[in-house]
């Protein structure tokens, strides 16, 4: 697909969150033998050294050149006052002179104590208030990482429709976001999201395509029978109606034929398409909701 700076990405992504680093290094090696181009880590993952070095292996191994590939990582939210550094640090991590995309993670602002997850004295997450620092701010600076050439292209992750509506409409934000990541699958469509994001020239990446931690979607009945229909796994359908839905799917596995599976996709007919939208009207259900003390997914744009 291509993107609203001109560059295309690839439709299905390896998605590396919960990926410890040897676990990682091989998902990663054997993903782009496997034929990926499009590789998904984040600072949070601590598996960005793992990324790199399958990326480096890969590339010697293959004799691939690095425009060949995509690679996006995430500014993670203790970091986003100073995302030059965090990126730096991200591509040194990397190995990389550059990403392809760089998102920020959440629209959340932590404070910044040199640890991930910065806590009060009570245990609570330590958040920088709205009006002290927010992902404008960020998103500002992130700009320059663009203009710079440190990453081909910007984006945002977790953000909402008054989130990005309020992004959007602050004045020196001069730049779309490329790419929105959110949480979408069959049990999460998102529907008027991927609409607004379509409309604005924002492409929808998918994280947790088959429902996150244990793959709840492959015991769904609606897919197993859709499964049987085509004569492949619930998990093919999943992937192959998120990208039915121009959307970007980022199957996270840690073994290889899974890896290798995930990559196919299967041309749905509409009313299956349908018959998967569907779904979410008997069962919906976010499942990736961090508790930090924000209401990050309600319908005010501040925090």
Known sequence: ????????????????????????????????????????????????????????????????????LFITTKLWCSEVQDPEKALKESLKRLNLEYVDLYLMHWPVSMVNRGDLFPKTASGTTEIIPFDKWNYVETYKIMQKLYKAGLTKAIGISNFNIPKIDYLLAQSGVDVVPACLQVEIH?????????????????????????????????????LIKLGEKYGV???????????????????????????????????????????????????????????????????????
Request: aromatic fraction near 6%; charge should be negative.
């Open 1 to 68: 697909m291509k993107l609203n700076t001109g560059a295309t990405i690839p439709v299905i992504g390896l998605g590396t969150w919960q990926s410890p680093d040897e676990e990682c290094y091989s998902a990663v090696l054997s993903a782009l033998h496997a034929g990926y181009r499009h590789i998904d880590t984040a600072r949070i993952y601590q598996n960005e050294e793992a990324v790199g070095k399958a990326v480096a292996q890969y590339l010697k191994e293959s004799g691939t050149s690095r425009d060949k």
């Open 186 to 222: 069959p049990y999460l469509p998102q529907f008027d999201l991927v609409d607004y994001c379509t409309k604005k020239g924002i492409l929808v990446e998918c994280y947790s395509p088959l429902g996150s931690t244990g793959a709840p979607l492959l015991k769904d009945p609606a």
């Open 233 to 303: 796994s619930p998990a093919c359908i999943a992937i192959s109606w998120a990208v039915a839905r121009d959307t970007i799917p980022l199957p996270k596995s840690v073994h290889e034929e899974r890896i290798v599976s995930n990559l196919k996709v299967v041309d749905l007919a509409n009313e299956d398409i349908s018959l998967v939208d569907a779904v979410s009207k008997t069962t919906a259900k976010r499942l990736v909701k961090p508790e930090w003390g924000v209401d990050i997914f309600g319908d005010s744009a501040k925090l």
